[in-house]
């Protein structure tokens, strides 16, 4: 077992935790995509093109070609709508990073095709018209993956049993070859492409920190089960569907895929570990502190951000960051790190979920059931004991541990100028904003 997290309740099986509510989160600087491409609209043309960002159609920069030298600085700055280092909610921001050489913006605002043979030489992850930051293997394996079945889902009906399905994202819809699952769970508990920048978090204790830093994939590689690689290429030369792959050892090593085209047995799936990126673990600090319902400054009238250190181990043209604000309401319990909240707690028959609200207002669990004191989709509250008059909660339990993003536009990491040591420092100046007022750019800002 791991104890992994980004959602609300760390849980007890390979699984991490939840974070959310209602909230928006934008990068300012460099400028985030929120999902646009180039349009000349105030909103974009899709919201589903490359990631779940939970967003407002009209945030978002267009596309821009910038780069930057390693071991330069660069000032993140972003607007996050529902507060953080905030006593209301509990928050986490994760900051990551990844490099491909064809990670890409692409010139076309639809999304990436599924189907192989929608795209050009039956390759989508060549086709460059579409834009792709992970590739088609990652969300192929998502999508044949078990579901982790320890997590807490409250009341949600998950309509799949692979890892597009999650609490927040119970149908299961594709954005992009993001997989849902690890969205939105931090640390994930199977290989990513993206790697760790920092963890900015209401409570930044000692033991905390030193869970994500051990746990970062920067230091730790992933343990998954290994198919054959041609058992994917004959499934998909036959279009005929792929079985569930496991996410336990016991399960892996058991499991058979029957015979190949000719006859012959397949090999039997390998349980191995993924390598480490090889790569400090990193940062992990307390969240600057912002305001409840305000995409605005912090609490010294300036941009709440992060420097970060461009790495001199990478050097790419094609590099993409992303920021994923977890926020879970205040009334949870140690952030969303309780280690006995998982599946069990979870709804059975179409009722209530099992997550304890009675005792948080003096009630035992009759009075509670009785009254409406329950965690469930728009519970019917009887407020005033002993009458029999009821007010409707307006509750979406798959918002209460939610996960917003947004990513930049691709970007370049190129070695230094020639002259330019490693003992003088490099600070990149951007300009920050898009064209018009106020009122026309909002919830982006306007030009500096």
């Known amino acids: 077992k791991s104890y992994l997290r980004m959602e609300v309740f760390r849980v007890l099986t390979l699984a991490g935790v939840l974070a959310g509510t209602l909230g928006d989160v934008y990068l300012h600087g460099?400028?985030?995509?929120?999902?646009?491409?180039n349009e000349r609209g105030r909103e974009r043309a899709n919201a589903n093109r490359l990631f779940d960002s939970q967003n407002n159609n009209r945030g978002g920069y267009n596309?821009?070609?910038?780069?930057?030298?390693?071991g330069s600085i660069v000032n993140l700055e972003w607007t996050n709508q529902h507060s953080c280092g905030d006593p209301n909610n509990h928050c986490e921001i994760v900051i990551q990073y990844?490099?491909?050489?064809?990670?890409?913006?692409?010139?076309?605002?639809?999304?990436?095709?599924?189907?192989?043979?929608?795209?050009?030489?039956?390759n989508c992850d060549t086709d460059l018209q579409y834009g792709m930051h992970e590739n088609y293997a990652y969300y192929r394996n998502c999508k044949?993956?078990?579901?982790?079945?320890?997590?807490?889902t409250a009341d949600q009906n998950l309509n799949r049993d692979?890892?597009?399905s999650t609490r927040q994202n119970p149908n299961g819809q594709r954005r992009g070859y993001e997989c849902p699952e690890e969205r939105d769970y931090y640390p994930y508990w199977g290989p990513t492409p993206w790697m760790d920048i920092a963890i900015l978090t209401n409570n930044a204790s000692v033991e905390r920190c030193e869970y994500y830093r051990n746990n970062s994939e920067n230091v730790l590689g992933r343990f998954y089960c290994k198919f054959p690689d041609q058992y994917f290429i004959d499934k998909e030369a036959q279009n005929r569907g792929i079985r569930s792959i496991p996410i336990t050892k016991e399960e892996c090593e058991n499991y058979n895929l029957g015979s190949d085209p000719s006859g012959a047995a397949y090999p039997t799936p390998q349980w191995v570990q993924s390598s480490a990126f090889g790569i400090p673990p990193p940062e992990c600090i307390d969240a600057d502190w912002s305001r409840d319902n305000h995409n605005g400054n912090g609490l010294d009238g300036?941009?709440?951000?992060?420097?970060?250190?461009?790495?001199?181990?990478?050097?790419?043209d094609n590099c993409v960051l992303r920021l994923r604000y977890n926020i879970t309401t205040g009334e949870f319990a140690e952030g969303g790190f309780d280690p006995t909240l998982d599946s069990t707690f979870n709804a059975g028959n179409n009722g209530a979920s099992k997550l304890d609200v009675a005792s948080q207002f003096g009630l035992d669990e009759d009075a509670a059931d009785d009254r409406g004191y329950v965690f469930e989709g728009n519970p019917n509250v009887k407020v005033i004991d002993g009458s029999n008059v009821e007010l409707q909660l307006a509750i979406n339990t798959a918002q209460y541990g939610r996960t917003f993003q947004d990513r930049t536009h691709v970007f370049a990491?190129?070695?230094?100028?020639?002259?330019?040591?490693?003992?003088?420092?490099?600070?990149?100046?951007?300009?920050?904003?898009?064209?018009?007022?106020?009122?026309?750019?909002?919830?982006?800002?306007?030009?500096?």
């Not at 460099?30 to 491409?37: I, K, T, Y």
């Not at 596309?63 to 390693?70: D, W």
């Not at 300036?302 to 790419?316: E, L, M, R």
């Open 30 to 37: 460099p400028r985030g995509s929120n999902n646009r491409l």
């Open 63 to 70: 596309q821009g070609s910038l780069f930057y030298y390693e």
């Open 98 to 122: 990844m490099c491909g050489n064809l990670t890409r913006d692409g010139t076309s605002t639809r999304t990436i095709p599924e189907k192989r043979s929608q795209c050009e030489k039956w």
């Open 144 to 152: 044949n993956r078990d579901r982790n079945q320890g997590l807490f």
């Open 162 to 164: 692979d890892a597009r």
């Open 302 to 316: 300036f941009p709440v951000s992060y420097n970060w250190t461009v790495p001199d181990h990478t050097i790419s």
């Open 413 to 448: 990491i190129r070695k230094r100028p020639e002259g330019v040591s490693k003992e003088n420092q490099i600070v990149n100046l951007n300009v920050r904003g898009k064209r018009g007022n106020i009122v026309q750019v909002y919830p982006a800002v306007e030009y500096d």
